[in-house]
């Protein structure tokens, strides 16, 4: 007797996967990266998984996070340094 039996497909596996891991590009990354500076400066709470997920994982971007908040903080006049610490804890 045979049943019929629906195994995942690798694209369905793909998908809750991502559904799970919230998936940015580099470019979705480069538009949001300065609200993010903005949080971790304020020192609010860390509302954007998705970009911090991507930080993580991506060496360009976080560079590119990293300046940006050194920036915004000269350009406010406050001391970088806490949400530096916050920005490079992973
Ligand atoms: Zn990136």
Do not use: Q
């Not at 590009?25 to 480069?30: K, Q, Y």
């Not at 993010?36 to 971007?61: F, K, N, Q, T, W």
């Amino acid at each position: 007797m045979t049943t019929p039996r629906r195994n995942l497909t690798p694209e369905a596996v793909r998908r809750l996967t991502l559904a799970a891991e919230p998936w940015l590009s580099c470019n979705d990354c480069f538009d949001t990266v300065d609200t993010y500076v903005e949080i971790m400066l304020s020192g609010s709470p860390d509302s954007m998984p998705a970009l911090r997920a991507h930080l993580s994982g991506c060496s360009a971007c976080f560079e590119e996070a990293r300046s940006l908040l050194l920036l915004a903080a000269a350009d406010a006049g406050v001391d970088p340094g806490p949400a530096l610490r916050r920005l490079e804890k992973f």
